[in-house]
């Protein structure tokens, strides 16, 4: 039997116009992580990444990034093959670690026309003053969900389901042409 191959999520994946740039993030392993705040501390020694705590706020260390989605919610993201399950596990502590790294994709958005292309289709207000560097949230995208992080001043990191990568690229690729306008 041949072994299972990933096949590309995007056919294309630059793109973008004179002020954006959209490009596929790398491969990378993800989990979404669940557990009690008397356990987080445990857990951020294991995975190697402080837990953020506070709404819309992130955390990164050892290339490994924890996005907070919820009081008890964390999509931790990091270098393709990184074991956060097996991570967690070690911590000793009650909690829910599942692999997510097949079901999504992260699709990068940079330049200065980057907030305004993301706009386009999600409502969340990109201020620097709501939204700075760091940020992140669960929000909508058009018609779907995704996982927005803002890395840096100019950069946003969208994560969407696979099955949407084709919809979301059209859709960020619209709002770029739309942010040369």
């Not at 992580?33 to 990444?49: F, I, M, Q």
């Not at 290339?63 to 393709?80: F, Q, S, V, Y």
């Not at 289709?121 to 018609?143: E, Y």
Request: hydrophobic letters at 45%; aromatic letters at 6%; a negative charge.
């Amino acid at each position: 039997m041949a072994d299972a191959m990933r096949k590309p999520a995007l056919a294309s994946p630059h793109g973008g116009s004179a002020t954006v740039r959209l490009t596929l993030a790398p491969a990378a392993a993800r989990a979404s992580l669940r557990a009690a705040p008397e356990d987080v501390a445990a857990l951020s020694s294991a995975l190697g990444v402080t837990l953020p705590q506070k709404p819309k706020t992130s955390a990164s260390g050892n290339d490994r990034h924890a996005l907070w989605l919820g009081p008890d919610e964390w999509l931790l993201i990091g270098p393709d093959g990184t074991d956060f399950v097996g991570l967690a596990a070690k911590s000793g502590v009650l909690h829910s670690a599942v692999d997510i790294s097949h079901r999504n994709i992260g699709i990068v958005v940079s330049g200065p026309g980057a907030a305004t292309a993301v706009s386009s289709a999600c409502p969340q207000d990109l201020s620097p003053s709501v939204f700075p560097v760091g940020a992140c949230s669960r929000t909508v995208f058009g018609k779907m969900e995704i996982v927005l992080y803002r890395p840096e001043e100019d950069t946003y990191r969208v994560e969407c389901w696979r099955s949407f990568a084709d919809y979301c690229f059209g859709m960020l690729s619209e709002g770029a042409a739309d942010a040369d306008l």
